[in-house]
């Protein structure tokens, strides 16, 4: 059932689609009410399922991570982790969380190590898959949601084998916004007021 603002958010949101007064409060008392709100209203990202297997999270989003002593993303002008890292072993398959493109694909020695990026121009999302042993895609490959990317492993600056997995939001052509909020424009995907995750199975743990 919809609170009141929320009522009143899905009739004005209604109206500005085409509907009138009476339709929209109609709609918005109705059966459908929670169904209509998520159409109009509810804007958040679906994301689902990451990888193989059932692995949890070694970092989260926001983590400060010291090696001897030295805070190892003030090199990126960085507030923490940029991402959420999941204890995947080597060679876990990594299959795409949305419906996309991909954008980049290489092998960044000193960073991300072997990686990708997805855009998903239709949620206005870019996600990115890094330190893997091996890609699957290359750029400008079209994948959908459980498609294989390619496997995990432990390149670039990386500690351990694992998944390092981030989300940014971009603009109708694909650029990241939000550059400037302390992740550089990456933001944190298990935020549930703007990601909501179906899993079909316990592959990726959701809090």
Known sequence: MLTTSQKIELILAMMKGGHSLISATNEANGVNQDKYYKEYCDKRIVLQDLFIGNYGISQKFGNVLYINKVNVYK???????NGVDFSCPTGTKLISCVNGVVTTAYNNVGGWGYHCYVWDKDQKI?????HMKSLNVKVSDKVKVGNLLGLSDNTGNSTG???????????????????????????????????????????TPTN
């Open 126 to 130: 870019m996600v990115i898959y890094a």
């Open 161 to 203: 084998a694992h998944l390092h997995f981030g989300a940014y939001k971009v603009d109708d052509n694909g650029n990241k916004i939000n550059l400037g909020n302390g992740y550089g424009g990456s933001i944190n995907p298990f935020d549930s007021n703007v990601f909501e995750w179906i899993v079909t199975n316990p592959k």
């Open 75 to 81: 090199q990126y002008g960085w507030k923490g982790h």
